[in-house]
């Protein structure tokens, strides 16, 4: 079955959901090329949707290992670059544990890690939008 028959099987009961999630599959489908991140406003402008609960509800869906769409990444800022948390520490995070400044060795507070996504093997094999 194709992504596009996944969703709408998964979301038909929540027809806002749906739209949102093939949206954002469309978006992205058509792409040639991938930013090598997206911020959630990115996503939420390829969802066209102002609700954003539901841009939310539509994100987790399009990151689950079912779908891999999307994948869910941590960013961190260094020297006025930004980087990938180190798969170790994005543990840590979502266990609710301390997160620790990869260059400088201090503990990042939860208002200094970003939450951004990467375009997921999902979109490797993509069904034509």
């Known amino acids: ?19 949102a999630c093939l949206g954002i599959w469309r978006g992205l489908a058509a792409r040639k090329t991938h930013l090598d991140h997206y911020t959630f406003t990115d996503l939420q402008l390829l969802a066209n949707e102002p609700d954003l609960a ?19 990444c941590m960013m961190y800022e260094f020297r006025g670059g930004y980087f990938e948390l180190p798969d170790e520490e994005v543990a840590h995070f979502s266990k609710g544990e301390g997160v620790v400044h990869p260059e400088l060795g201090q503990p990042l507070l939860e208002t200094e890690i970003l939450v951004c996504f990467t375009a997921g093997v999902g979109l490797q094999g993509k069904d034509k939008p």
């Open 1 to 19: 079955m194709s992504v596009v028959g996944i969703i709408q099987d998964d979301w038909a009961a929540e027809p806002g959901v749906m739209d």
């Open 54 to 72: 539901l841009v939310t509800k539509a994100l987790l869906y399009l990151s689950n290992p079912r779908l891999k769409v999307l994948k869910t």
